[in-house]
């Protein structure tokens, strides 16, 4: 019975557009866990790779790691640093006397039989992150979301469940025993999954820029808890969700579940306790009630000496933070640049787009050549036109040609490529005429391994010794003859007539006959309008 | 070693008592030498339950085993019940000894020995770093490979510890 109320309710969810109730305030604050990338773990000094599990378990691994009797922890400070980056982008309270705890539980990859983390006197308190409605594509014109603590914790191992020989049993690699982890906590700020899914992304872009942790949710180095509620009812917390869609979807549901709950009358019996439930990809499950909670037993790691730092260290910090993600896409927005909201978050927001290249270099390839081509721009300054050159030409023949970006900017810096842009947009040549160049002068480049330097290109050299000119001055009776002659060779008056009546999409078929006919040489829009006048059709 | 030895000799000979009190803290590890060389106090009256209400119901037992993960039917369940209730009687008694000062303790610093550490700055923190991330910083069990870490486990496969399924359900 119950599994149909709730494959009812989850078809219910997926159909409709989800929306809350008025009356019914949805609540949610987030626990995040967050690896940082340090070269080595957290209180040892083997090194911090979790991901070698599959091939090699327990291969990075001390006698600390793996709570040999007799080891002690020593403190990795990278890891200070990186949470002290982080505290500080988020604006939080740095505590410049935190301590260690020892928090207490059983479970097989938790070999000391407690995990070192930060109870009674985290490194950071307070804080926001701040999103924004155009740039984080929330409702609301700006959110800002209040940050709880900020603590230092080791990861646990981790097991794998299988049935061998002597039955079920547990798989154990402590790769990630005692990798550092920050855990966030936020206050229970949001009210809508929107800003859950955005606080998400901003955060995950945050602990790249600051270079602290890779943040990707599907390796497991970022992990997100959800705490749902709505008014004032008991807080439900979700585990075990592996992705952003999840996140959102079990918010969903949990939400609906607990409606239906309150709605029905039934909120005294079912949600009078905080419980824990986990996601099954389809709807919540319950973990744990409040009567089986863990007693953790926390107390000051003895073995550990606080983290007693310098009031310098914050302001140093400060010093060494790059720029917010948030400031440069704004400077995009705004002069001179005047780029779209989805461009400037593509220069700005920080992923890792290919081996060949990061987000950094290819910010700064742009801003660069952006102004090497304003200076020589024929017409007004069409910033469209140089991004679509970078961040797709470019990159897509980088990617084609398997060419680092710091390889190509020896024969193609900013001053030499804003060159080809400014040919394209003088209309000296086609922009298929450009893109056949570049491909031609990367190809030469990688072919000749690299040694080609700047001085060796010469596009109008290349122009003319492969005729590949713009026919801007081809007479305007003989276009129109040519492309009359592309019309009688399709034969098609099916197609023809298509166009007449109005399927102007149709036209591009001949455009792209005229393109091959002319080797790319007549802009795209003059075909297309020369075939619309013949045709007797207007531009639609 | 030696030393939990002599702890072990002090609980069973001092069968008397002056009386709990918290002092000054010590300063020296040589101050607590002669402190802990001293007959002033017993532990045997520490661990002494007579008169304590304090209560352990088997259920409260059966809990911990589990938490523990620890089998139960190997377990004398009224032999683990009175020792936790000496083991409560004796924290019971620690709580009750009153504290000179009591509202200006600073509970981070509530040592045997006062624990102030030189803060360090950012120029010390960057130095500490770069010093750690050198190769030769790390101890031979901390270079990746190094050693067999799951050589002397009873259990292992394929370089895996392995633990019984049993040992990991009902944890609670």
Redesign the interface.
């Known amino acids: 019975m119950a599994s149909i109320r709730y494959r009812l309710l989850r078809n219910t969810i997926s159909k409709r557009r989800f929306t809350t109730d008025p009356n019914f305030k949805l609540i949610c604050g987030l626990e995040v866990h967050t690896q940082l990338c340090t070269r080595n773990k957290l209180f040892s000094l083997s090194t911090n790779d979790p991901f070698a599990s599959i091939s090699k378990p327990n291969f990075h691994t001390s006698y600390f790691d793996i709570a040999v009797p007799g080891t002690k922890p020593k403190l990795n400070y990278e890891c200070v640093l990186y949470a002290l980056k982080l505290a500080s982008a988020l604006n939080s309270d740095i505590n410049l006397n935190s301590q260690f705890d020892r928090k207490h539980y059983f479970y097989g990859d938790q070999p000391q039989g407690y995990q070192i983390t930060q109870h009674y006197s985290p490194i950071a308190k307070g804080g926001y992150l701040e999103m924004f409605g155009d740039i984080d594509r929330i409702k609301d014109e700006k959110k800002r979301i209040n940050i709880t603590q900020l603590q230092l914790e080791q990861d646990t191992g981790m097991s794998h469940y299988i049935t061998g020989d002597n039955g079920a049993q547990s798989m154990i690699d402590l790769n990630r025993s005692n990798v550092p982890l920050i855990e966030l906590v936020t206050e229970p700020d949001f009210s809508h999954v929107d800003q859950v899914r955005a606080f998400i992304k901003k955060y995950q872009d945050l602990v790249r820029q600051l270079k602290i942790s890779t943040g990707d949710l599907e390796t497991g180095s970022m992990r997100v808890d959800v705490n749902v509620s709505i008014n004032d009812y008991p807080r439900i917390e979700l585990k075990n969700l592996p992705n952003t869609s999840s996140i959102v979807n079990a918010i969903k549901f949990e939400y609906q579940r607990q409606l239906k709950i309150i709605k029905s009358g039934q909120a005294d019996q079912f949600l009078k306790h905080q419980e824990t439930r986990g996601w099954d990809g389809a709807k919540t499950v319950k973990l744990r009630s409040k009567e089986t909670t863990i007693d953790y037993r926390y107390m000051p790691d003895p073995e550990l000496r606080l983290i007693t730092l310098d009031a310098d260290v914050i302001e140093n910090v400060r010093k060494i933070l790059p720029e917010s993600s948030d400031v440069k896409i704004r400077s995009f927005l705004a002069e001179p640049f005047n780029l779209t909201v989805k461009d400037a978050k593509m220069l700005s927001i920080s992923s890792q787009l290919s081996k060949l290249y990061n987000n950094e270099e290819v910010k700064q390839f742009f801003i660069e050549t952006f102004h090497e081509y304003q200076k020589n721009a024929p017409n007004e300054v069409r910033s469209k036109l140089v991004v679509s050159w970078v961040l797709h030409e470019l990159l897509g023949n980088l990617n084609k040609l398997n060419i680092p970006l710091k390889e190509f900017l020896q024969i193609l810096p900013p001053t030499k490529y804003s060159e080809l842009i400014v040919l394209v947009d003088n209309g000296d040549i086609t922009s298929s005429s450009g893109k056949l160049l570049l491909f031609h002068v990367l190809k030469e480049f990688k072919d000749s391994n690299y040694i080609k330097k700047t001085e060796d290109v010469d596009f109008q050299g290349l122009i003319r010794q492969f005729d590949i000119g713009a026919l801007s001055d081809m007479d305007k009776s003989k276009l129109e003859k040519e492309c009359k002659t592309i019309i009688a060779e399709v034969d098609n008056p099916k197609l023809i007539e298509s166009i007449k009546a109005g399927k102007t999409k149709a036209v591009k078929y001949l455009v792209g006959q005229g393109m091959r006919k002319f080797q790319g040489r007549v802009k795209a829009q003059e075909l297309q309008r020369v075939f619309q006048d013949i045709l007797n059709i207007n531009d639609k | 070693m030696k030393r939990f030895g002599q702890l072990t000799r002090l609980a069973s000979w001092r069968t008397y008592s002056v009386g709990s009190k918290v002092g000054r803290a010590f300063l020296s590890i040589s101050e607590l030498d002669t402190f802990l060389s001293r007959n002033e106090w017993s532990v045997a009256e520490l661990f002494d339950d007579r008169g304590s209400d304090a209560t352990v119901s088997k259920d409260v037992v059966v809990s911990l085993l589990k938490?523990?993960?620890l089998a139960q039917d190997k377990c004398i369940i009224p032999d683990i019940q009175r020792t936790l209730k000496s083991q409560i009687s004796f924290i019971s008694k620690l709580q009750r000894i009153e504290l000179r000062n009591q509202d200006n303790l600073d509970?981070?610093y509530a040592?045997v020995l006062p624990?102030h550490?030189?803060?360090?700055?950012?120029e010390?923190?960057?130095s500490?770093?770069e010093k750690?991330?050198k190769p030769q910083?790390?101890?031979a069990?901390?270079?990746?490979?190094s050693w067999d870490?799951?050589g002397l486990a009873d259990s292992s496969?394929?370089?895996?510890?392995?633990?019984?399924?049993?040992?990991?359900k009902n944890?609670?």
């Open positions: 938490m523990s993960g509970v981070k040592r624990r550490n030189k803060p360090i700055n950012f010390e923190l960057l500490i770093i750690e991330n910083s790390k101890t069990d901390e270079i990746s490979g870490a799951t496969e394929n370089g895996y510890f392995v633990v019984r399924k049993g040992l990991i944890r609670d």
